[in-house]
């Protein structure tokens, strides 16, 4: 029990390290908030338990070698990225097409459902190359998570764990009242915002690929 909660404490830091990247403003930290503001609070937790998983099942494959996969066939990065790009355009066109209708004035003017956020939210989180670079970026830093299959495995569930309750904090922040009010005066506004913020980081992904 001491052994294990040592190797806890060891790989603390490097939480912290991964969960800075993770929870700057970014795809889906853009879609939880989106989807907490224009539909609901619950809708906004199902896409922070899809990132939870989603940032899970990335933890797994990086720390069981994609990086070396992804190096030894470069295709599958660049197949990967252009999948990722195109879908968050296609979910720009779907935010600034809610920006541009004068039908959608309702606070659930997303119409987005339990399972569509969860499903929504999984997608963006495991089509985002730039994930996997942040693990390996982890990896280098902060050997010990490799160290043994604990530490593995820990780092693993504690990394979907903290993903989780970082986006549901966004969910519940940006699905107050407050912002449930602001929503209804300016909904047009903010679904334009968040679908101009969809197809940057679309083109940035292209942008990195072909630089």
């Known amino acids: 029990m001491f052994e294990f909660f040592q190797s806890l404490a060891g790989l603390l830091p490097a939480l912290g390290f991964l969960m800075l990247n993770v929870l700057i403003p970014g795809p889906n930290v853009l879609n939880t908030v ?4 224009g539909s609901s609070r619950l809708s906004g937790v199902y896409c ?10 990335w933890a797994i494959i990086a720390l069981l070698g994609a990086g070396a996969l ?21 979910f720009a066109a779907k935010y600034c097409s809610k ?8 606070l659930n003017a997303l119409n987005m459902t339990k399972s569509g956020a ?7 989180m495991v089509t985002n190359p730039k994930v996997l670079t942040t693990w390996l970026a982890v990896i280098s830093l902060f050997p010990v998570i490799i160290q043994n299959t604990l530490n593995i495995i820990t780092f693993a569930l504690l990394s979907g764990l903290a993903s989780f309750i970082g ?12 912002a449930q009010n602001t929503y209804e005066k300016i909904h047009r506004l903010i679904n334009g ?11 940035k992904l292209i942008f990195e690929l072909l630089g």
């Open 167 to 178: 986006h549901a904090t966004y969910a519940f922040i940006f699905s107050s009242l407050v």
């Open 70 to 90: 992804f190096i030894t066939f470069p295709f599958l990065k660049f197949g990967l990225t252009i999948f990722g790009a195109t879908l968050l355009w296609y």
């Open 48 to 57: 922070a338990v899809a990132c939870g998983v989603g940032l899970f099942i």
């Open 193 to 203: 915002l968040v679908g101009v913020g969809f197809f940057i980081y679309g083109a």
């Open 118 to 124: 969860f499903k929504h939210a999984f997608v963006i």
């Open 99 to 106: 920006a541009l209708s004068k039908t959608a004035s309702s």
């Open 34 to 37: 989106g989807t907490s503001i």
